[in-house]
C-alpha cells in the first residue's frame, strides 16, 4: 500500500513536469514564432510601403521623360528638314522664327556651326563651343542638356539639340538647339507629393538642384547652386553620388533634425534624376498597427495557445493583405507601360496619317500640270513635223536661196535641228510619262480615298511600294544598286485596308534596304515571293541577303521603340506598327526568320476575308 502511494505522486510530478515543458516548450515556439513572424512581416510591409513612394518618383520621372521626348522628336524633325540642312541662314531663320510661334514651347531656336558659331532666331550670336549640348550633338547624339542660363534669354532653360546630318559617312553639318523653359519640369516636381510635408526635387547631371521648393538652392545667374555632392550632410552627399550615378533606390536620411525617406531614380531622356521626400510617419504609420499586435501578442501569450492561434490568423491576414498591394503595384505598372505603348502608336498613326495626306496632295498637285505638258507634247510633235516637212519643201522648191537664207539656214543648222527635235520630243515625253507612273503610284500608295475596307491586288501594292522607295534601291557612293527579283504567284484580290497593308509594306522593305547598306555584300538583292498558303491564304515572303539577324535580337524585333540603329536614325516603331497592321488589326501573320552573315525572311500570312472592325 505504501509502495503505491509513493509511485502515484511520483507519477504525477513527472506528469506535471511532462505538462510543464510541454506548456513551456509550446509558449517558446508560440513566442519564437510571434516574434519571428513580426519581424518578418514588419520587412515585407516596410519593404511594400517604400515601393509605393518609389513608384511614385518613377511616376514624376517619366512625365518629364515623356515631355522631353516630345521636345527631342520636334527639334529632330526640324534639323532633318531641307531648309536647316541647307545651312542657308538667311532661309531658315524665317523658318525657323514660324516654328518657334507654332510650337508655342522654344524660347528661341539656334544654328550652330561646327566652330561654335551661334546664330539664333532672337538675334543672338554668341560662341557656344563650351556648351554641353554641342559637344554631345556634334557626337551626334539628340540631347537633353543640364539647364543653363541663356547667353541671349538671360533666362534659365533646358538646351534640346539635335546633330544635321552632314553627308554620307561624315560628322554632322552643325547642330540645331532649341531653348525651352525650365517650368514643365518645375510643374511636375511641384505637384509630386506623398502625405503631409513630402515634397520633391530634381538635379542635373552635377547633382546640383534645378527643381526645388526651396527657392535658394536653385541659385541665379549672379549666384551658381551649391551641388548636394559637396552637402555637409554625408549622408546626403551619399545619396547624391548614387542619383548622379543613375541609380534607383530609397534611403532613410536625417534632413534639418528629422528622419526622412528619399526615393530616387534617374530620367531616361537626360541625364538627370528626380526624388522625392517623404516623412518618415508618412510611410513608416501603418506599422503602429503591427506594434499594437505584438503587444497584444506578448498578452495572449500568458493565455496560452489560444492567442497564438489568433496571431497566426491575423499574420495570415496580414500577408494576404500585402499580397494585394504587391498585386495593385504590378498592375498599375502594367497599366503604365500599356499606355505609354498606346501612345506611341497613336503618335506612330498620326504621323502616317499626316504623311498620307501629303504625298496624295503633292501626287493631285503634280498630275494636273505633268497632264497639260504631256497632252500637249502630241500637238508640238504633229507641229514640228509639219514644219520640218514645209522648210523641206521650201528647199526642194527653191533651190537657189537668197544669200540671207543661206546665212540663216547655216548658222541655225537646219539639218541637226530636223534629226534632233524629234528625239528631243520623244525624250520629254518619255520624262512625262515617267512622272506621270510616279504619282500614279503615289496616289496608290497613299489610298487616301480608299479608307474602307475593299478587295485589293497585293501584287500592286507591292509594286507601288517599291516605286516609292526607288531611290533607296539605286546605287550609291560605295554601295552597288540593289537588285529586285519578284517571284509573284497567281494571287485572288484580298479583303483588308490597303493603305495600312502597304505602309506595312514600306516599313519592312526599309528594314531590309537598311540591314543591305549596312553589309558588304557584293551583289544586294530583295526577293519578293506570293503565293497561295492554303484556300483561306495567302503568303507574301520577302527575303534580303543582308547582315541578318541576332537571335537575341529576333525574339525583340517587334518590340515598341527596339531598335539596333544609331541615336537619331530609327525610332523603333516601324516594325511594331508593321506587326499591328498585320496580326492586330487583320488577324493575320508575320514571322522572322534569320541567319547572320547569310541574311534575313519575313513571312506575311494574310487571310483573304479577314474579319475587319
Known amino acids: 500500500m505504501s509502495n503505491k502511494t509513493n509511485i502515484v505522486p511520483e507519477q504525477l510530478k513527472r506528469r506535471s513536469q511532462i505538462l510543464l515543458l510541454i506548456v513551456i516548450t509550446l509558449s517558446m515556439g508560440i513566442g519564437v514564432t510571434a516574434i519571428t513572424s513580426y519581424n518578418i512581416l514588419k520587412v515585407m510591409l516596410l519593404e511594400n510601403l ?15 521623360d515623356q515631355w522631353l521626348s516630345i521636345r527631342k522628336t520636334e527639334i529632330n524633325t526640324l534639323a532633318n528638314s531641307p531648309v536647316v540642312r541647307s545651312l542657308d541662314w538667311q532661309l531658315m531663320k524665317p523658318y525657323l522664327q514660324s516654328e518657334v510661334a507654332r510650337l508655342r514651347t522654344f524660347l528661341l531656336i539656334a544654328l550652330v556651326k561646327p566652330d561654335g558659331g551661334l546664330i539664333n532666331t532672337q538675334g543672338g550670336q554668341p560662341n557656344v563651343k563650351d556648351r554641353e549640348f554641342f559637344r554631345r550633338s556634334m557626337a551626334g547624339e539628340i540631347a537633353a542638356a543640364d539647364p543653363i542660363v541663356g547667353r541671349t534669354s538671360q533666362a534659365l532653360q533646358i538646351q534640346i539639340s539635335s546633330p544635321i546630318s552632314g553627308k554620307i559617312n561624315t560628322s554632322p553639318s552643325g547642330v540645331l538647339m532649341g531653348g525651352i523653359p525650365i517650368d514643365k519640369v518645375v510643374e511636375v516636381i511641384s505637384n509630386l507629393h506623398q502625405g503631409k ?41 551619399e545619396i547624391t553620388r548614387q542619383m548622379v550615378d543613375k541609380r534607383t533606390s530609397i534611403q532613410l536620411v ?37 506594434n499594437l499586435l505584438a503587444v497584444v501578442l506578448g498578452g495572449l501569450l500568458i493565455v496560452g495557445l489560444v492567442g497564438a492561434w489568433r496571431q497566426v490568423q491575423m499574420y495570415e491576414q496580414i500577408c494576404d493583405r500585402a499580397l494585394s498591394y504587391s498585386q495593385q503595384t504590378q ?47 502630241i500637238h508640238i ?18 533651190t537657189n536661196p537668197t544669200p540671207q537664207i543661206s546665212y540663216q539656214l547655216e548658222e541655225l543648222d537646219i539639218e541637226f535641228i530636223a534629226k534632233d527635235l524629234p528625239k528631243l520630243i520623244d525624250s ?17 500608295f497613299a489610298r487616301l480615298d480608299e479608307a474602307d475596307i475593299k478587295l485589293v491586288d497585293i501584287h500592286e501594292g507591292l509594286d507601288n511600294t517599291l516605286m516609292i522607295l526607288n531611290h533607296r534601291l539605286q546605287a550609291i557612293s560605295n554601295k552597288p544598286e540593289i537588285k529586285i527579283i519578284k517571284k509573284y504567284g497567281t494571287l485572288p484580290l484580298v479583303k483588308c485596308y490597303a493603305g495600312q497593308i502597304n505602309q506595312a509594306f514600306i516599313n519592312i522593305f526599309n528594314n531590309a534596304i537598311s540591314a543591305l547598306h549596312e553589309s558588304d555584300q557584293s551583289a544586294p538583292s530583295i526577293t519578293i515571293q506570293t503565293f497561295i498558303k492554303d484556300e483561306d491564304w495567302i503568303n507574301i515572303s520577302i527575303t534580303d541577303n543582308g547582315v541578318g539577324i541576332s537571335e537575341e535580337n529576333r525574339l525583340r524585333i517587334f518590340d515598341p521603340f527596339f531598335t539596333t540603329r544609331p541615336v537619331g536614325q530609327g525610332a523603333g516603331l516601324g516594325l511594331t506598327s508593321a506587326y499591328q497592321i498585320v496580326v492586330e488589326r487583320h488577324t493575320g501573320m508575320i514571322n522572322v526568320n534569320s541567319t547572320l552573315g547569310q541574311g534575313t525572311e519575313f513571312s506575311i500570312v494574310l487571310p483573304l476575308k479577314a474579319k475587319l472592325d
Not at 536653385?218 to 552637402?231: C, N, R
Request: glycine share 6%; charged share 20%.
Open 50 to 64: 517604400k515601393q509605393q513612394a518609389l513608384f511614385k518618383a518613377e511616376q514624376g520621372r517619366n512625365d518629364i
Open 197 to 237: 510635408k513630402s515634397y520633391a526635387f530634381a538635379l542635373n547631371s552635377k547633382g546640383i538642384p534645378i527643381a526645388h521648393p526651396n527657392k535658394s538652392l536653385i541659385g541665379s545667374p549672379e549666384k551658381p547652386a551649391d551641388s548636394f555632392l559637396d552637402s555637409p550632410n554625408l549622408k546626403l552627399a
Open 254 to 290: 536625417q534632413l534639418d533634425g528629422k528622419w526622412n525617406y528619399i526615393a530616387y531614380t534617374p530620367m531616361k531622356e537626360a541625364n538627370w534624376s528626380v526624388a522625392l521626400v517623404v516623412p518618415r510617419e508618412n510611410i513608416e504609420s501603418p506599422l503602429q498597427v503591427l
Open 331 to 377: 498592375q498599375l505598372s502594367a497599366t503604365l507601360k500599356e499606355l505609354q505603348n498606346t501612345q506611341a502608336q497613336l503618335l506612330q498613326t498620326e504621323k502616317m496619317s499626316s504623311l498620307g495626306q501629303l504625298v496624295a496632295g503633292v501626287a493631285h498637285e503634280i498630275n494636273n500640270p505633268i497632264g497639260f505638258i504631256h497632252s500637249n507634247l
Open 381 to 398: 510633235g504633229e507641229y514640228s513635223d509639219g514644219i520640218l516637212n514645209l522648210l523641206e519643201l521650201y528647199q526642194q522648191t527653191y
Open 428 to 444: 520629254m515625253s518619255s520624262g512625262t510619262t515617267r512622272i506621270r507612273t510616279i504619282v500614279l503610284s503615289l496616289r496608290n
